[in-house]
């Protein structure tokens, strides 16, 4: 099946939705979702939905339905769109620390250039060997505020993740209730499996939890 057209919910803007197919009715037409037995059948992109009689995680999870590859993909791009905000926000948050860091190594740098120069002007040292010198400390500079930025972002990435490595994207669906649960890791989002029905607006809780892990919705 193709993909349908979707809109992402999310605060910045864009919602995720599905036109056409309806899993739900699908399923019911195919026959009881009450019973134990698990059974497959289609539904977003060119996955599955799952019918495992309506199980319910701790009443708030109905079912999950397999996501196909495309629509994975896209969830998927999305989750690390929402992550990069995160880890703006986080950089922000870091930058007078960092940026204390970066003005004092430049403030030995000059220094450092203000005490050669000095050397040059009594003729201590020549001016070829100045301007090399200036150049050495300069170079040894650049490489220590790479450093720090480097540090900034890695201390940016790690706070984002702590806070939002696991998270559940809501979906726009025929007014079904429905999240995708992704996770993370290292800084980049992984592939989503599976959308969860619930049996609740997704925006009354603050977390969905689904195989042993707590998913901070995104409202």
């Keep these: 099946m193709k993909l349908s057209r979707f809109v992402l919910l999310l605060p910045a803007a864009l919602l995720v939705g599905c036109d056409g197919y309806d899993p739900v009715a699908d399923a019911q037409k195919r026959g009881s979702v009450h019973g134990r037995e698990t059974r497959w059948v289609e539904g977003y992109g060119d996955g599955q939905t799952s019918v495992s009689g ?40 870091l930058q007078p620390k960092y940026e204390a860091k970066k003005r004092a190594v430049r403030s030995r740098t000059q220094k450092k250039v203000n005490s050669i ?22 170079a040894d500079t650049a490489q220590e505020v790479a450093k720090i930025d480097t540090s900034w972002r890695k201390e940016a990435l790690a706070r984002a993740e702590k806070k939002h490595g696991e998270m559940a994207l809501p ?22 499996t599976v959308a969860l029905e619930l049996n609740v607006d997704p925006r009354s809780l603050g977390t969905v939890r689904y195989e042993g892990r707590q998913y901070a919705v995104v409202n």
Excluded at 122 to 138: K, N
Excluded at 171 to 192: F, H, K
């Design 171 to 192: 979906l726009a669906r025929g007014g079904e209730y429905t999240v995708v649960p992704t996770s993370i890791r290292g800084g980049v989002a992984q592939t989503p």
């Design 117 to 138: 120069r000095a050397k040059a002007s009594v003729g201590r040292i020549t001016a070829a060997e100045a301007d090399q010198q200036i150049r050495s400390v300069e």
């Design 54 to 93: 309506i199980a319910k995680r701790g009443d708030v999870i109905r079912r999950q339905i397999r996501l196909g590859a495309s629509q994975a993909e896209i969830m998927r791009s999305l989750a690390q769109r929402k992550f990069d905000g995160y880890v703006a926000t986080e950089m922000q948050f």
